[in-house]
């Protein structure tokens, strides 16, 4: 499938990061928070709602010195949307040499980077760690007639051009890469039905209870509440063993031999230390050990899977290699 290229979010970037730190230059911005006291900032490269944005503030509590429940943290969450995070990166490249910022990142970023021109790339950031896997997830509105994934299936071939599906993703991030490898495994071709892009899940969610779109294919943790209250209906999932948190077969359960997994991690800087790297890393390595963070991973239904340093920049690269040869394998 050929990738789809648009012009560069390079003007976008400039008058988003300009609003917090003043200008588009290299210097790097002053973070305080209320007090006057400095504090390590979270930037979630994707609307309010999204799964970057659970992420971070789930974060901020686990690596906060607030007690389980409270709203106090020594970190903050800063919100700066656009391209699929690449709005964001290009924040991130602006704070060179700054320790107390860190960006949450994932598949969908390096999605966004293939089908994207972009004049940043990860490269150009600091490899902090993965954090977590989150499964996949096909859902539609409770009045939708596709009842099974063996609804959806049938449906599919029979017309694939008459089911929209949208995904939280460009198309080459999870949401996307979990519906083309979907299709695929059933025999369809991926470009006869129409993928749209959102802004994460506090734009999807609308659009799939509307009736804009007939599917959604996303991460999990969005979408839990909805589950639960009736208002979507799960209908596969992708992990290869069925989940606690959704009552829903497995792709494979249903037929369909697909076991993918979106994740989640974070990135610092250009230009940090190799003191205040590490830093970082000791930091979600303890993270990882904590009774706080592990019922957080359960609770949204994710899966700790932490790789720091080298380990998650060599992972980095396997998964952009996995991104760009899906996307443009022939049907």
Request: aromatic letters at 6%.
């Amino acid at each position: 499938m050929p990738t789809t290229r648009v012009r560069s979010a390079t003007s976008a970037v400039c008058v988003a990061v300009a609003v917090l730190v003043g200008a588009c230059s290299s210097e790097p911005a002053v973070f305080a928070g209320a007090d006057g006291t400095p504090r390590v900032q979270l930037v979630v490269p994707s609307d309010a709602g999204g799964g970057y944005d659970l992420t971070a503030r789930n974060l901020t509590q686990a690596l906060g010195s607030g007690t389980p429940g409270s709203t106090d943290s020594d970190y903050d969450v800063v919100v700066l949307p656009g391209s699929g995070g690449i709005v964001g990166l290009g924040r991130l490249t602006l704070e060179r040499g700054n320790p107390d910022l860190a960006m949450v990142m994932g598949l969908g970023l390096i999605g966004a980077l293939e089908t994207t021109e972009s004049d940043n790339s990860l490269s150009e950031a600091t490899p902090v760690a993965k954090l977590l896997e989150e499964p996949e997830v096909v859902l539609v509105p409770a009045n939708s007639p596709l009842r099974t994934m063996n609804d959806l299936v049938d449906a599919w071939r029979a017309d694939p051009s008459a089911l929209s599906f949208a995904g939280g993703s460009a198309e080459g991030g999870p949401d996307g890469l979990f519906r083309i490898l979907l299709a695929r495994a059933i025999g369809v071709d991926p470009s006869a039905s129409t993928y749209r892009q959102y802004e994460g899940g506090g734009q999807l969610l609308p659009a799939l209870l509307t009736g804009d779109v007939d599917v959604a294919t996303t991460g999990v943790s969005e979408y839990l509440d909805q589950i639960s209250a009736g208002t979507v209906r799960a209908l596969a999932i992708s992990t290869d063993e069925r989940v606690p948190v959704v009552d829903a077969p497995t792709a494979r359960e249903a037929g369909v031999d697909v076991v993918f997994a979106n994740w989640r991690g974070l990135l610092a800087p250009p230009g940090i230390t190799a003191d205040q790297a590490t830093t970082w890393t000791d930091r979600i390595r303890d993270l990882d050990t904590s009774g706080r963070w592990q019922d957080i991973l359960t609770r949204n239904g994710w899966r700790s899977s932490i790789l720091t340093g080298s380990d998650f920049a060599d992972f980095l690269g396997e998964q952009a290699r996995f991104v760009h040869e899906t996307l443009t394998v022939t049907p």
